[in-house]
């Protein structure tokens, strides 16, 4: 990962060249649309290739010891009527025009995203992977089907920690070497050993690319979607690619990702140094690990939120945009699950039956 690139003097210009109204960017593209005449236009090239880092050391000078919402709101400007705001959000939709807000601003200490994964799914195909979803299911009322669209389709990018660092440790061991002495056996298949240990100890240098920490509470359909993810298609972050789509600050804050991130390498750096000792048989009776160059990348990843009602109820529904994979409740009829529970015990009984069956006729036999 790269250093953070300084934020640009210049402000972002969203404006539509045609009408001069606030453009957004349409999911599944790289390109900008204007909300009021349509003209569309392609967004600037990205300035790295490469995702960008925080390094922990600043952050940790300046914010350590203080939770995010300590440290005051992102400024975010209107692209429409240009008011700015203070809040809890990196992008989001003016109160007063309904116009994309974009960042200008972080407070000291605020960590800003530095790697994004785009949308690819349009709208329109976002909609029509929850209605595929939702329509296969065979324990939903039959009244399911009327559901033709959903009453709320948003956008939203979710924030998780990519933590990368160099683990330096110092150990202390010993190598056990095996000699056969005899057999407990005739046959000569146990072996009886003879141990003969050796101290060792030295250093290992091992560098850590963590897995993904969530970097903010999520919703229950969102967290069980995400659980396990893994961060593929990440790019250098840039605000044109967020205008219009919702994007929460992170309130997980980096102290929990980069503590998560070493209790994880323990078992990795262990089995580096016993790998170092070597020998037939290697105990690590004292590891201690200095952590150096540690960075922080806060990445966004794309995921559809879905609201429709039925019966008087809201439903809730997630869609990650990279997979396609769908999760959320949805109402049962209580007749098919009923049923469905009874097929389901009825196979489980024939099957219990038959191998009785096939066991007794293997006894009867011998």
């Given at each position: 990962?790269?250093?953070?690139?300084?934020?640009?003097?210049?402000?972002?210009?969203?404006?539509?060249?045609?009408?001069?109204?606030?453009?957004?960017?349409?999911?599944?593209?790289?390109?900008?649309?204007?909300?009021?005449?349509?003209?569309?236009?392609?967004?600037?090239?990205?300035?790295?290739?490469?995702?960008?880092?925080?390094?922990?050391?600043?952050?940790?000078?300046?914010?350590?010891?203080?939770?995010?919402?300590?440290?005051?709101?992102?400024?975010?400007?209107?692209?429409?009527?240009?008011?700015?705001?203070?809040?809890?959000?990196?992008?989001?939709?003016?109160?007063?025009?309904?116009?994309?807000?974009?960042?200008?601003?972080?407070?000291?200490?605020?960590?800003?995203?530095?790697?994004?994964?785009?949308?690819?799914?349009?709208?329109?195909?976002?909609?029509?992977?929850?209605?595929?979803?939702?329509?296969?299911?065979?324990?939903?009322?039959?009244?399911?089907?009327?559901?033709?669209?959903?009453?709320?389709?948003?956008?939203?990018?979710?924030?998780?920690w990519?933590?990368?660092?160099?683990?330096?440790?110092?150990?202390?061991?010993?190598?056990?070497?095996?000699t056969?002495?005899?057999?407990?056996?005739?046959?000569?298949?146990r072996?009886?050993?003879?141990?003969?240990?050796?101290?060792?100890?030295?250093?290992?240098?091992?560098?850590?690319?963590?897995?993904?920490?969530?970097?903010?509470h999520?919703?229950?359909?969102?967290?069980?979607?995400?659980?396990?993810?893994e961060?593929?298609?990440?790019?250098?972050?840039?605000?044109?690619?967020?205008?219009?789509?919702?994007?929460?600050?992170?309130?997980?804050?980096?102290?929990?990702?980069?503590?998560?991130?070493?209790?994880?390498?323990?078992?990795?750096?262990?089995?580096?140094?016993?790998?170092?000792?070597?020998?037939?048989?290697?105990?690590?009776?004292?590891?201690?690990?200095?952590?150096?160059?540690?960075?922080?990348?806060?990445?966004?990843?794309?995921?559809?939120?879905?609201?429709?009602?039925?019966?008087?109820?809201?439903?809730?529904?997630?869609?990650?945009?990279?997979?396609?994979?769908?999760?959320?409740?949805?109402?049962?009829?209580?007749?098919?699950v009923?049923?469905?529970?009874?097929?389901?015990?009825?196979?489980?009984?024939?099957?219990?039956?038959?191998?009785?069956?096939?066991?007794?006729a293997?006894?009867?036999?011998?």
């Amino acid at each position: 990962m790269t250093s953070i690139p300084r934020q640009p003097d210049a402000p972002l210009d969203l404006s539509c060249p045609t009408c001069g109204s606030p453009m957004t960017n349409l999911a599944g593209t790289e390109m900008l649309r204007c909300s009021a005449c349509g003209t569309t236009r392609a967004m600037s090239e990205a300035t790295t290739v490469q995702v960008a880092s925080h390094t922990y050391e600043d952050w940790a000078r300046t914010a350590a010891g203080r939770s995010a919402s300590d440290l005051g709101g992102v400024v975010l400007r209107c692209e429409g009527c240009h008011a700015t705001t203070e809040q809890a959000a990196v992008s989001d939709r003016c109160a007063f025009c309904a116009s994309p807000l974009v960042p200008v601003a972080a407070p000291e200490g605020i960590l800003s995203p530095t790697g994004i994964v785009p949308f690819t799914l349009s709208r329109a195909q976002a909609q029509q992977i929850f209605l595929d979803w939702l329509h296969a299911k065979e324990i939903t009322p039959d009244s399911i089907a009327e559901v033709n669209a959903a009453e709320q389709l948003t956008s939203v990018f979710v924030p998780w920690w990519l933590v990368t660092g160099r683990a330096t440790t110092r150990y202390e061991g010993r190598s056990g070497r095996a000699t056969v002495v005899g057999y407990e056996d005739e046959d000569r298949l146990r072996e009886i050993l003879r141990w003969t240990w050796t101290d060792a100890s030295g250093t290992t240098v091992r560098d850590v690319v963590g897995t993904p920490v969530g970097a903010a509470h999520l919703t229950d359909e969102v967290r069980r979607l995400l659980k396990g993810t893994e961060i593929t298609g990440a790019r250098d972050f840039r605000p044109e690619l967020v205008a219009g789509h919702q994007v929460s600050r992170y309130d997980v804050e980096p102290q929990v990702a980069v503590d998560e991130t070493a209790r994880l390498a323990v078992p990795v750096i262990t089995s580096d140094i016993k790998r170092t000792i070597d020998g037939d048989a290697a105990e690590v009776t004292q590891q201690l690990t200095a952590w150096s160059d540690v960075r922080l990348a806060l990445v966004l990843t794309p995921v559809w939120l879905i609201t429709f009602h039925h019966e008087g109820r809201v439903w809730n529904v997630a869609i990650d945009d990279r997979t396609s994979r769908v999760n959320g409740e949805f109402p049962l009829d209580k007749a098919k699950v009923a049923k469905a529970f009874a097929g389901c015990f009825a196979q489980l009984a024939l099957a219990a039956a038959v191998a009785a069956v096939a066991m007794w006729a293997w006894i009867k036999f011998f």
